[in-house]
């Protein structure tokens, strides 16, 4: 099986943060500290599907590799979907991973991770959770859940569902998805091709598209939240545990 192909979207439209892709973290943009902690994954080719030329000569000037994307693609999804078709138009990956270019602070063992999922479970795509212990996380629907069928004493599964209410009900763990995604390639084509699902248009939650078309989602548990910046109070907060870091 060829490597993995690593593609991380990004977009200068945020209107909590503008411009995020390139917000300075440590004399380095955002998206190159996204895309040099893929790199440090060592799991496969590491590309930005960028929607702003600024976005791919960010990257290209740090020594990334970067494609330029349709600014109009409603999804991540399609983003990079888009930049495979350019990079890997005779099918030589056929593994895709969607690393969201927000994560500057992202553990590269999660990408290794997501990976691995897919390729033990046999399912169409496979995302990452983790366990929920702050109690108001509960309550919180910006904190999507992940119902998983877990067996137990594992902590790979399968997606039965994603929520942003509380969910399920009654003793045991609740977890918080985290939005990185590994897809086969036929499961990529065909999700991009589908129109979005009532669910996904209800909770908001473009995954649920996969589940309703009977796709079927690999679930690994780990220990690590990645930070997404949405906010300038975000954005600090990364600077402080690159800063840590670096230490």
Same mark, same amino acid.
Not at 95 to 124: H, M
Not at 177 to 191: E, K, N, P, V
């Given at each position: 099986? /060829?490597?993995? %192909? ?12 503008? $411009? ?5 973290? +440590? ?11 893929a ?16 976005? =791919?000569?960010?990257v ?12 109009? +693609?409603?999804?991540?999804?399609d ?8 990079l ?9 991973v ?5 994560l500057?602070? @992202? ?6 991770? =997501?990976?691995?999922?897919?390729? /033990? /479970? $046999?399912?169409?795509? /496979?995302? %990452? ?13 910006? =904190?999507?859940?992940? =119902? ?17 209410? *509380?969910?399920?009900? $009654?003793?045991?763990p609740?977890? +918080? ?20 699902s ?9 995954? @649920?598209?996969?589940l309703e078309a ?9 220990? *690590?939240?990645p930070? $997404? ?19």
């Amino acid at each position: 099986m /060829s490597e993995p %192909l690593i593609l991380i979207p990004a977009r200068m439209a945020s209107t909590r943060l503008p $411009g995020k892709p390139l917000a300075d973290i +440590h004399g380095a943009p955002m998206i190159v500290q996204v895309w040099r902690r893929a790199m440090e994954a060592k799991a496969g080719r590491v590309a930005v599907a960028a929607a702003e030329r600024e976005i =791919v000569d960010a990257v290209v000037k740090a020594g990334g590799e970067a494609v330029l994307t349709d600014p109009n +693609h409603p999804s991540g999804s399609d983003r990079i979907y888009e930049a495979l078709t350019e990079l890997d138009a005779k099918g030589a990956h056929e593994i895709i991973v969607n690393v969201q270019g927000d994560l500057p602070t @992202l553990d590269p063992a999660l990408v290794r991770a =997501v990976v691995a999922v897919l390729k /033990s /479970s $046999g399912a169409d795509m /496979s995302t %990452l959770a983790t366990e929920i212990r702050e109690a108001p996380e509960w309550t919180n629907p910006n =904190v999507v859940k992940a =119902v998983v069928a877990l067996p137990e004493g594992k902590r790979d599964g399968r997606a039965l569902y994603f929520t942003r209410a *509380t969910a399920p009900s $009654g003793d045991g763990p609740l977890y +918080h998805h985290i939005g990185i995604y590994a897809y086969r390639r036929q499961a990529l084509d065909r999700f991009v091709k589908m129109a979005p699902s009532p669910l996904e248009k209800r909770e908001k939650l473009e995954q @649920l598209r996969a589940l309703e078309a009977g796709m079927s989602i690999a679930v690994r548990i780990v220990d *690590t939240m990645p930070l $997404g910046v949405d906010t300038p109070e975000d954005l600090e907060r990364a600077r402080q545990m690159l800063a840590k870091d670096k230490k």
